[in-house]
T-cell receptor, first 116, second 112 residues
């Protein structure tokens, strides 16, 4: 149980275009999902908390107009990188939190974004 | 300032050796998790500890939560090449149930 999927697993886009990444909880409902960014050989950095039916909460320093998050259902959250630039190239990982117990998070396999 | 410091940052050992990874903080955590991440993949949850002093075992891995719930350790006995990966501790600071704070990470390489 507690499987989270991401799509696509990798994407290459041109500078100035927008890219949408999907995060789905496959076998459980997640009122809260999280989006992380990870640079090579570094730990995960939380970008934003996505709550179903409400606006996302962004971490300090993360541009909400650049990284648009939508959590329209209990099993789907999307991250759209708008007007992408090469510095947005990174590994983006989502997670979904189970609603009971010690708030364990289960992670998706990640999406490798390369902006050329 | 990093809330959760892991040590060592990098560890290269031979198959069969034992090792310990430490995760330290000045903050109190209501729960703490350990993950393992392989290149190009998302982190995989290994264990969750919630009680101060708690010890959990997962085959050759032993996890301990400090009595004051400010630190944790991961001990691997007789490491194998399949243990290679990035080990991350992460926890919920008491009073901030939703956000998971990640440690700095420990990269383990086990060679034959």
């Amino acid at each position: 149980g507690a499987v989270v999927s991401q799509h696509p697993s990798w994407v290459i886009c041109k500078s100035g275009t927008s890219v949408k990444i999907e995060c789905r909880s496959l076998d459980f409902q997640a009122t809260t999902m999280f989006w992380y960014r990870q640079f090579p050989k570094q730990s995960l950095m939380l970008m934003a908390t996505s709550n179903e039916g409400s606006k996302a909460t962004y971490e300090q320093g993360v541009e909400k107009d650049k990284f648009l998050i939508n959590h329209a259902s209990l099993t789907l959250s999307t991250l759209t990188v708008t007007s992408a630039h090469p510095e947005d190239s990174s590994f983006y990982i989502c997670s979904a939190r189970v609603t009971s117990g010690p708030y364990e998070q289960y992670f998706g396999p990640g999406t490798r974004l390369t902006v050329t | 300032t990093q809330l959760l410091e892991q040590s060592p940052q990098f560890l290269s050992i031979q198959e069969g050796e034992n090792l310990t990874v430490y995760c330290n903080s000045s903050s109190v955590f209501s729960s703490l998790q350990w993950y393992r991440q392989e290149p190009g993949e998302g982190p995989v949850l290994l264990v969750t500890v919630v009680t101060g002093g708690e010890v959990k075992k997962l085959k050759r891995l032993t996890f301990q939560f400090g009595d004051a719930r400010k630190d944790s350790s991961l001990h691997i006995t007789a490491a194998q090449p399949g243990d290679t990966g990035l080990y991350l501790c992460a926890g919920h600071v008491t009073g901030t149930a939703s956000k998971l704070t990640f440690g700095t990470g420990t990269r383990l390489q086990v060679t034959l």
